[in-house]
């Protein structure tokens, strides 16, 4: 089968489309005829090695896994014997993090445990941008941030592959959004249902006398004490994303300032990596289903034109999901 390899860390000139052998499904697996994969930040750090403390687990010289791709949404073409939840022909879509990867390719073995069956009314396009961007979403604005209907929820990178879905999930939960993006995404993220958009190239929203609940940071561009001048005196501060900070620890030194700047207070900051769990996808096949959620995809690529994809990706400012078509 033709799969996107790498056999070093670096740019994207070290993808390469392979011919590799194709998976041998085990009797707790699924194997899926991937029509669709999507773009992550995880695919980007894991190519780059960086930071190298990610490397104690992707590798230390060399990444262990050698085809990327977590996100994917394709049909199954065979199961295990010990497989009941699916049947050849079910179109299905899941997200790999956690038992390794794989997406980028013509076929990839999966445990069931990572795996929804595909809702109808979306294309393999659009169910490939959903898993990890859409888990991060739900998780850390339910879980991590507590929202509640009625308050006043503001969203940092508010027209990204979270933030899109951000949106969207917190006015399904019934709150105020207001979302924070650039001149040419206003139209998108108040299409999405924002209450309130920000152009930070024109407002600083730091500076607004408004006070938000929750304060959900994909941009990761502002320090605590800016943030907090914005927060009810008990709101949450989610973090998303952060600045890439140095080579060693990447982002985690932001992260560790925010986390210890908020002890003192009141208000909190958290951060969090989403988990794969089949309750949540459920829940986000739920709202996907009853269109109140839409998956924004930017661009699409061909399997051959994925270092075009990374590059784009690598440039920061894609509205929505980048999805590789297959």
């Known amino acids: 089968m033709k799969a996107i390899v790498y056999h070093e860390y670096g740019s994207p000139d070290v993808l390469e489309l392979k011919d590799i052998d194709k998976p041998v499904v085990k009797d707790d697996e699924v194997l899926v005829r991937v029509h669709a994969a999507s773009v992550n930040r995880l695919d980007w750090h894991l190519m780059r090695g960086s930071p190298y403390i990610s490397r104690l687990q992707a590798g230390l010289r060399k990444p262990k896994d050698s085809v990327l791709g977590a996100d994917v949404a394709g049909q199954v073409e065979a199961v295990g014997k010990h497989v009941t939840k699916f049947q050849p022909g079910d179109e299905v879509f899941g997200s790999l993090f956690g038992q390794g990867f794989g997406a980028f390719a013509e076929y990839v073995s999966a445990s069931d445990d990572f795996l929804e069956l595909k809702p109808a009314n979306l294309s393999f396009e659009q169910a490939a941008a959903v898993p990890i961007a859409a888990l991060t979403a739900l998780q850390g604005l339910r879980d991590k941030g507590q929202i509640q209907a009625g308050q006043k929820v503001l969203i940092n990178g508010a027209s990204g592959g979270v933030g899109t879905f951000a949106v969207q999930i917190a006015k399904s939960f019934g709150a105020e959004v207001t979302g924070v993006c650039s001149t040419r995404n206003v139209e998108i993220v108040r299409s999405l249902g924002a209450d309130h958009v920000i152009d930070y190239t024109r407002e600083d929203f730091t500076r607004s006398d408004e006070r938000y609940h929750l304060l959900f940071d994909v941009a990761g561009s502002r320090s605590w004490s800016e943030c907090k001048r914005v927060l009810d005196p008990h709101a949450t501060l989610v973090i998303v994303g ?55 995809i930017d661009r699409r690529y061909e399997l051959s034109d994925i270092a075009d994809a990374f590059r784009y990706l690598g440039e920061g400012h894609a509205q929505g999901k980048l999805v590789i078509t297959i």
């Open 242 to 296: 952060a600045p890439k900070g140095n080579r060693v620890i990447g982002p985690l030194g932001h992260i560790v300032k925010l986390r210890l700047a908020s002890v003192p207070s009141s208000q909190k900051a958290v951060f969090f990596i989403a988990k794969f769990n089949k309750a949540d996808m459920a829940i986000l096949r739920e709202l996907l289903e009853a269109g109140k959620v839409t998956p924004v």
